[in-house]
């Protein structure tokens, strides 16, 4: 149930009478007709701006038409009053029964409330992490990744197909430089001193990489030209170190549906054929690229004729070289053949998220995919993750020496736990550098977001152990059947109505691709629960559990109830578990 949703369809039924019996002109367009909160809550519980959109085609004034449509709408029993405001915006006041009446919708529900079928019948993929396999995830990477996963996680709530997917570039230099690094630690199992060159992967994390090679080895790959280990070597190296990253998602809560190797692409040939295919289509062509724009060219650049993707065609600031030099692929070639595969596996809705450090990649890839979708128009979006800044004790936080030179996920979740990790990395923004102090994120105190809602749910959670010690039934059948119509203080009526915004919210963050603002809504509710609670400190009646008075404490119960249930709801989208009680 979406009273938003159903507040407009009565709006929406307004016109239509409205124009069946002359008042307004025949075939008006309602498409653009919202219903909204308003922006000073002291206006009411909605607003439209109906009367402001069909001026226009309509010809008549926007007052007008708005005072027409108060008295259809204050007709309907579930307006208790409508007034016009401004040039012609129409506030609403919903009846206090429409808000008792949503929290019996809610347990009924249960955390289907809030779904919808907006994203139903269509697939989206959303690429997230896709670091390098040379080593340990990051902090960087874990921001990236709980973003990705909560996104992930926010469509398949509201009815997408979703695919979650780990691009794993395994096809370029840098996992030579693996194998090489890999190579030393196998040297140093052997107990000689490893030559950890400028350019190699320091982090004692190889140390186990070399053991396995000895191993498998022995001492054979000893004083052999790096021809003939180095092959052998990488592959054993990633393998590793992508079990590792594996296995460091598991502890954040993420799995992967499915990891795509860029090693594949050139291993089975999917990079010539795609580049003939999209040849065959006057993609790809011949040409000469013209210098770097606004600064001389390098000493040894030179005008060559080169294999090109037209992406200028398609907002690209030049074409797109696909082929060095030598002959070999560029980066850009393999980007090419793995977004063309990702369309043809009939995806609707493809993202990718990635670090701030790609902000140039934006595009190119949007170039990719609007030259390659064809008459399927794609949802296309590249969400970029801001640096995460770890603080500790008032200091930044020092650097890992297992990595060598970062912090890893592994030491975020080891220090707090994933819930805890999950829930800051989704306080801001993700396109906003984000603060991580290790010492606030564990203080008890409505500062600390992940505490404070957290704090609701338990207390929710509480009141239900008290309530079945006190032997009143609060299963949710029995709550959805009480007295409802109990729940007519302005503070419990203020949290109803931050309930009833919660499939609106929902349908926004899935639209706009921003699960921060689940995070942000969460917080919100906790407040305005937490506000009631305390209330009921001082006014007895606001309390949960009334004392020999089971009827009006299971109406009051079924409130917080309902409270839990859409704080579960949240959380689960961004994969963290509701508390039970705090310690």
């Not at 493809?350 to 008459?375: C, P, Q, S």
Request: glycine share 8%; hydrophobic share 40%.
């Amino acid at each position: 149930m979406n009273l938003f949703s159903d507040i407009r369809s009565l709006v929406i039924a307004s016109i239509d009478a409205l124009q069946a019996e002359g008042t307004l002109p025949a075939g008006l367009e309602t498409r653009n007709v919202t219903v909204e909160p308003p922006r000073d809550p002291l206006h009411g519980d909605m607003a439209t701006n109906a009367a402001m959109v069909l001026a226009k085609p309509a010809k008549m004034k926007p007052r007008d038409i708005a005072e027409a449509l108060v008295a259809k709408l204050t007709a309907d029993p579930r307006i208790a009053g409508a007034d016009v405001a401004g040039p012609g915006f129409v506030n609403l006041r919903l009846a206090p029964s429409v808000y008792q009446g949503l929290v019996g919708t809610i347990l009924s529900s249960g955390t289907e409330y809030g779904r919808s079928d907006m994203g139903k019948t269509r697939k989206a993929n959303v690429e997230y992490v896709s670091a390098n396999p040379t080593g340990p995830l990051h902090v960087g990477h874990c921001r990236g990744a709980v973003f990705g996963d909560a996104l992930a996680g926010l469509l398949d709530y509201v009815g997408y197909d979703v695919t979650r997917e780990y691009w794993v570039n395994d096809g370029g230099a840098q996992v030579d430089v693996l194998a090489r690094s890999a190579y030393e630690r196998y040297r140093e199992a052997h107990g000689l001193e490893p030559v950890i060159a400028e350019g190699l992967y320091p982090g004692d994390y190889l140390i186990a990489v070399g053991e396995v090679l000895k191993d498998k080895f022995g001492d054979g790959l000893l004083d052999k030209p790096e021809a003939d280990w180095l092959a052998e070597v990488r592959e054993i190296a990633t393998e590793m170190m992508m079990d590792a990253i594996r296995a460091d998602l598991a502890a954040l809560g993420v799995k992967m549906d499915v990891f795509s190797s860029e090693k594949s692409y050139y291993d089975s040939g999917k990079i010539e054929a795609t580049l003939t295919e999209l040849q065959e289509k006057g993609l790809i062509y011949q040409g000469v690229l013209e210098p770097p724009k606004g600064k001389a060219p390098p000493e040894d650049w030179e005008p060559r004729e080169q294999m090109l993707f037209k992406s200028t065609d398609y907002g690209d600031d030049v074409d797109r070289p696909v082929q060095k030099s030598d002959g070999g692929w560029t980066y850009f070639a393999p980007d090419l053949a793995y977004h063309y595969d990702k369309i043809k596996r009939g995806f609707d809705t493809i993202i990718d998220v990635f670090g701030a450090d790609h902000g140039g990649y934006v595009k190119r890839m949007t170039a990719i995919v609007r030259a390659l979708e064809g008459n399927k128009q794609i949802d296309f979006d590249i969400k970029l993750t801001q640096l995460v800044k770890l603080f500790k004790n008032g200091e930044p936080f020092k650097m890992s020496k297992r990595a060598g030179t970062f912090i890893t996920l592994k030491d975020v979740i080891d220090e707090v736990g994933p819930d805890v990790t999950r829930f800051v990395m989704l306080t801001r923004r993700n396109d906003a550098p984000l603060d991580f102090d290790f010492d606030k994120v564990l203080e008890q105190s409505r500062e600390n977001p992940v505490f404070y809602v957290q704090y609701a749910s338990a207390r929710v959670a509480s009141v239900l152990r008290r309530a079945a010690e006190a032997g009143i039934a609060t299963d949710d059948a029995t709550l959805a059947g009480a007295d409802l119509g109990k729940l007519d203080h302005e503070a419990e009526l203020t949290l109803i109505q931050k309930l009833a915004e919660w499939p609106r919210l929902v349908e926004i963050a899935a639209r706009t691709n921003e699960p921060h603002r689940i995070a942000f809504y969460l917080y919100d509710l906790a407040g305005d629960f937490h506000a009631l609670w305390n209330r009921g400190n001082e006014v007895e009646s606001l309390r949960f559990i009334q004392e020999d008075d089971i009827a009006t404490s299971q109406s009051k119960i079924a409130l917080a109830r309902a409270v839990s249930v859409v704080i579960s709801a949240g959380l689960g989208i961004l994969g963290v578990t509701p508390a039970q009680e705090m310690r």
